[in-house]
């Protein structure tokens, strides 16, 4: 295996706690929202998983928040959308 095969499979247990104060610090929401999409995606031990805005908006992120990050990540390729009018998204991890 090389290190750069390595450093992907490299993982970090972070407190969702911990990850709260970090957005309120930095004033960035949207990392939070990130973070939180690969817990949603272990906790449904699938890539592919609902996104309700109810949760998210206890934590960190409002639901205009939430559609700027889902946004930002899909366009830059880490995520696939799909949406619903009414509905919760649902998100697809990509995974390169």
Known sequence: MTKAQ???DTFVRVPLW????VTKATRSPQVFVAIWLLHLAWQAKS???????????KRAADRRMKRRAL???EKA????????????????????
């Open 18 to 21: 911990w990850i709260e104060q």
């Open 77 to 96: 390729g880490l995520i696939a959308v799909d949406r619903c009018h009414g509905k919760s998204p649902i998100v697809t991890l990509v995974v390169v």
């Open 47 to 57: 890539m592919t998983f609902p996104l309700p805005n109810d949760k998210l908006a």
């Open 71 to 73: 946004a930002n990540l």
């Open 6 to 8: 390595n450093s992907k």
